[in-house]
Structure formats: structure tokens, C-alpha cells
């Protein structure tokens, strides 16, 4: 099986910074894009930035520029850096990634449980 585990959420003010990380453990082939997506009380679940396996990446208008997604592909891992936080970043956050089991199959999407940003005085 497959399992992403977030880390990295919290209470944190206006104007201030978190990372988030996101770890995938068990047993596959490969991960291919990775991603972030949000989702806040009463909204639909929400592309925040993705990142392919070659580096490329793509962020939602609202948070270019305070953003920033990143991967380590040894450690199987994406990160989410928010700088410039507001209160219309308070959300849960869940990661999600594309994963090859085995060689030749196809790709399925896995998310992780969600951890929670709070942003306020």
C-alpha cells in the first residue's frame, strides 16, 4: 500500500511563514506529479501549486509569489513553503500524488489525511 503523511500545519499570524511536507512510503515503482490542493469550510477542494518529477511546477493565481512547491524525489517527498500568509489561506491542506505501483501499470492518485493551516492574530 501506498500512504502520503503530511506534517507542518499549524496556527500561525498574518504575515507569517509555515512549510508543509508530505512523505510517501510503501512499496512502488515511481511518482510521477505531485501536488498540494486546500480546502476551506463550506468550499470545494482547491489546486494550490503542483510539481512534476522533472521539476516543473504551477501555482493558483492567489498564492503566486508567496508560495513555493519543491520535492526531493530520493526522499519521496514535496514541500509547500507559504510565505505572506492571510486569513484566506486558512484552510486543510492535502497532498496528493501520482504513483506507478509496479512497472507498466498505470498511475493512480493517492492523497494524503490533510493537516490544518490557520492563519490568525
Known amino acids: 500500500q501506498v500512504q502520503l503523511v503530511e506534517s507542518g500545519g499549524g496556527l500561525v499570524q498574518p504575515g507569517g511563514s509555515l512549510r508543509l511536507s508530505c512523505a510517501a512510503s510503501?512499496?512502488?515503482?515511481?511518482?510521477?506529479?505531485m501536488g498540494w490542493y486546500r480546502q476551506a469550510p463550506g468550499k470545494q477542494r482547491e489546486l494550490v501549486a503542483g510539481i512534476t518529477s522533472g521539476g516543473s511546477t504551477n501555482y493558483a493565481d492567489s498564492v503566486k509569489g508567496r508560495f513555493t512547491i519543491s520535492r526531493d524525489n530520493a526522499k519521496n517527498t514535496v514541500y509547500l513553503q507559504m510565505d505572506s500568509l492571510n486569513a484566506e489561506d486558512t484552510a486543510a491542506y492535502y497532498c496528493?500524488?501520482?504513483?506507478?505501483?509496479?512497472?507498466?501499470?498505470?498511475?493512480?492518485?493517492?492523497w494524503g489525511q490533510g493537516t490544518q493551516v490557520t492563519v490568525s492574530s
Open positions: 510503501g512499496t512502488f515503482f515511481r511518482i510521477n506529479d
Open positions: 496528493n500524488a501520482q504513483v506507478q505501483r509496479t512497472f507498466g501499470v498505470s498511475y493512480r492518485v493517492y
